[in-house]
Structure formats: C-alpha cells, structure tokens
C-alpha cells in the first residue's frame, strides 16, 4: 500500500533537466507520489513556512535537497530548517554533484538525513532515485504530514 | 555498484532475540559489516567515548541502529546526547522499534534520527530490512569519512528540538 497519495514529497533543485529526471524517477517507481518543486532555496522555504502554520496544508514528509543553487544554496537552506521547530523533523537528502568531503560532512553535521551524489547516467540516476524512495517510503515510517487522511498515514510493511 | 564496503554497526538493543536476529541478517548480507552490540544507552555511550578515543575494539560505527524501549537510559535520551555531541552528531542512527506510536515516531524524528522502522519478527523480514538499510546507507549515500573532519565553526551542532 503507498499512502504518499495525500503526501508531498519536496525537491528543492534548480537545474530544469534534473527537476524532470527526478520527477520521473518518482512516477516511475514502486512508490509515486506527488511532488512539490522549489527552484531556490529561498522559494523552498517561503512554501514551508506559508504551509507550517496553515492547519489546512500538508507539509512535505521528504525534501530532496540539491546544494549548489543560486542565491540561499542547499547548505543555508537546511541550516535554517534545522533550526525551525514545525519543519524540523523533516528528513532532508542531498542530492547533487558534489563529491566532496567537506560538503559530505557538512551535510550530515547539519543534520542531513542521506547524501547521495546524482550519477551521471540516466539508467544509474533512475535507479538511485528508485533505492531512495524505497527506503523512505517502504522502509521507513514516515511521520504523517497531510491533514487530509483522518487514517493511519504510516505504510504497512508488505513482507 | 557493488563494492565490498567495510562498515561498522552500532546495534543499540536490549533483546537478546532481537540482538541474534539482527547478527544473522547482517551475516548473510554481501557487503562485509563489523557489527557491535550495545545493551543499553549508557553503554552505548561508553562504546561511543571509546572510539572518539580510537580504541580499536570500540571503532566508530558508520550507522547506528537504535531501540527506543531499554532500561534506564532510554532511545530518546541517548540520541538527544549524542546529536548534542559534535564528535558524534553526524553519525545516521535509525531507529528500530516495537512502537508505531505516531508520538514516538515523531519525536524521533525531531531529535534527528535519519529513519524509524518497526521491527518485524521473522528472520526473512530482518533480512529484507537489513537490506535495505545497506542499500541505502552503505551503497546509494556516500558516509563521513574519517579525517576529514572540517572546522565548521558557524554550525553548531543540532541540540534537540
């Protein structure tokens, strides 16, 4: 059963190409779900902050997360999320380009929950986006974001 | 992508069943996995002062895998410590419980944990989750390597919400 139906997942990316890659990795996979994009993290958080007090608005149960964006880059962002009680406990994965140590370990000590480095081949791309959401969405228990199901919004493991 | 990785495992569980079940998943898993098992909270913490202090026997885990019903010093408490610690706040700890409580899934979530799953009972099940946390962690998500610990003096680190 996927219950991301009434859940919003949040991909904060500014790179047209891999908005679309990433939106069709989602719709493709065993778990899709509806996706809110933020082409700055400056968008992103204005959108969460709009919802966070709206008892009428879901908030996003994931944020995929790019680094590297004009203006408030991915790091601020998730500085400045980390540190808001109502968005807090959002799990937030980088997903960029960058391999570089520091940014790794900048990453998780702002409290990132998974970095993952975009592959370049569309194939390898489709199947890390595939691994990602199986993790969090079949895996995982997700904390329930939409108000809009009265029921239980936490997935049933299938095995 | 299927590298032999060597990983550490933090297992932080008091159930002595639920301990071997978990040992067995991981053994039968490809990618090589050290895996330690603390009882409680406080040990775990003891464990973890070890590897700040590079004891061999108590290397640092590259994953955390935490129960949140143990005596004295419950899951909670032990993550709220160690996110408050910055030699220890960026390390991914996922939390493996009895409880599907949306109280408790909550609140993990606020104090950082990276995953929240309810454990299951059969040794099949453990295998697939065991799976997929590997898949993830270990496979898809690049780690913290050690050394390259960089001065991030304008992050500080997550105190708990």
């Known amino acids: 059963m996927n219950d991301l139906q009434n859940g919003v997942v949040l991909l904060v990316e500014d790179d047209l190409g891999d908005q679309k890659l990433i939106k069709m990795a989602l719709a493709n996979s065993e778990t899709p779900c509806r996706i809110q994009v933020a082409a700055s993290g400056e968008e992103a958080l204005e959108y969460l902050k709009r919802n966070r007090g709206d008892p009428s608005q879901s908030l996003p149960r994931l944020i995929l997360l790019d680094l590297n964006m004009p203006g408030m880059g991915g790091r601020e962002f998730l500085r400045q999320i980390k540190m808001e009680p109502q968005l807090c406990h959002i799990p937030t994965v980088i997903l960029t380009t960058s391999d570089s140590k520091t940014d790794i370990e900048q990453c998780y000590r702002l409290q990132a929950s998974g970095y993952i480095q975009k592959p370049s081949s569309i194939m390898a791309f489709n199947e890390v986006v595939r691994k990602l959401a199986k993790y969090w969405f079949m895996t995982s228990i997700l904390v329930k974001n939409s108000l809009d199901n009265p029921s239980r919004q936490t997935i049933r493991l299938d095995y | ?161």
Request: hydrophobic share 35%; aromatic share 6%; with cysteine.
């Open chain 2, 1 to 161: 992508m299927d590298t032999l990785i060597s990983t550490v495992i933090l297992l932080v569980e008091d159930d002595p069943g639920d301990q071997k079940l978990i040992n067995k998943s991981l053994a039968n898993e490809r990618i090589a996995n050290e895996l330690h098992i603390c009882s409680c909270g406080e040990e775990a913490l003891e464990y973890l002062q070890g590897g700040k202090n590079n004891n061999a026997a108590t290397p640092m885990p590259d994953l955390i895998l935490l129960d949140l019903n143990m005596p004295g010093m419950g899951g909670k408490e032990f993550l709220r410590t160690i996110k408050s610690d910055s030699d220890l706040c960026t390390i991914p700890v996922v939390i493996l419980t009895t409880s599907d409580a949306d109280k408790d899934i909550l609140e993990s979530y606020k104090l950082q944990a990276s995953g929240y799953i309810k454990k299951p009972v059969s040794l099949e099940q453990f295998q697939k989750i065991v799976h997929d946390l590997q898949e993830y962690w270990f496979v898809i998500c690049k780690r913290v390597i050690p050394g390259s610990k960089h001065e991030c003096q304008n992050d500080k680190c997550f105190a708990g919400g």
